[in-house]
């Protein structure tokens, strides 16, 4: 994977004693591989860039093409949402983003410095009244595609954590 | 990939064959631009051909269904064909499944609009 400067490892197995393209690869690949996090401008490059790790994080952990796709989605969803309606691009905040396989699970976060969001005021894009509207169903997407997916308030900002099981006792929806 | 747009006419129904995918900041604003286009002169019947998109985000959702109700609000129609598994994937999720119609076959896409 081609890294960009901004990438920076801190912290997890792989740590910044690698060079920026070795930790990605350590990051996401293997079974057991460690954590990778990392702060991202509010750019829509930024949320291709989130899609591409997350791809490569679903490819490498042997998933199939369906679940593959569920987690890029997803995970670009809640980067797209954190530079869209969180950060607003405003380039004075950044996204982190983190991945990570646990052998069990894949585990991606996705977090923002916005004003914060409370998932269960969020309207059922799918509700007859809602159904012809533009927006509103980035976070339903990303509910609908992974096993768990958990919300934390910053201050400021949200965290999205986004997990698909691996084992096989928890089924891929 | 960005999305690529041709236009081509049958039986007065004018095609868009997509070419890519419909995401924020790549392909949904030449989607919005091509059928808000298309409404102006006039058109009435609109097939988009979702044969070669191979992702759809929720802003390119969002498009296809402002293309839909600005359609209907013209008087015009927007229907879809051929969609990709995951495309259709996604439309099933959100319901948009059951707005639109879908046609798997242009012969009778066309002819609907009759």
């Known amino acids: 994977m081609k890294l960009p400067p901004r990438f920076s490892g801190r912290g997890g197995a792989t740590g910044a004693s690698h060079a920026p393209e070795e930790a990605v690869r350590n990051a996401v690949s293997g079974s057991k591989a460690g954590k990778l996090v990392f702060s991202l401008s509010s750019t829509m490059e930024s949320v291709g860039e989130v899609e591409a790790a997350a791809e490569k994080l679903a490819a490498e952990a042997g998933l199939d093409e369906d679940a593959c796709f569920h987690v890029t989605m997803a995970a670009r969803e809640a980067a797209l949402n954190a530079v869209l309606h969180g950060n607003e691009y405003d380039p004075a905040k950044q996204i982190t983003a983190s991945f990570e396989n646990t052998g069990k699970s894949l585990i991606v976060t996705i977090a923002d410095q916005g004003p914060g969001l409370d998932p269960d005021t969020l309207p059922d894009p799918r509700a007859p009244e809602n159904l012809l509207r533009g927006t509103g169903r980035g976070i339903f997407l990303i509910r609908s595609l992974m096993d768990e997916v958990h919300f934390r308030q910053l201050h400021p900002g949200t965290e999205l954590t986004l997990i698909k099981h691996l084992a096989s006792d928890h089924p891929n929806p | ?114």
């Open chain 2, 1 to 114: 990939m960005a999305l690529t747009i041709a236009s081509r006419e049958v039986d007065g129904v004018t095609i868009l064959d997509l070419n890519g995918r419909i995401t924020l900041g790549e392909g949904s604003v030449q989607l919005r631009d091509s059928v808000r286009g298309l409404i102006s002169k006039g058109q009435k019947g609109i097939l988009l051909n979702l044969g070669d998109v191979n992702y759809i985000d929720s802003s390119g959702l969002g498009e296809l269904v402002s293309a839909f109700t600005t359609a209907k609000n013209q008087g015009a129609d927007v229907k879809l064909l051929g969609l990709t598994k995951k495309v259709k994937d996604v439309l099933q999720l959100t319901k948009l499944y059951t707005v639109f119609d879908i046609y798997n076959d242009e012969a009778s896409a066309i002819a609907s609009f009759k």
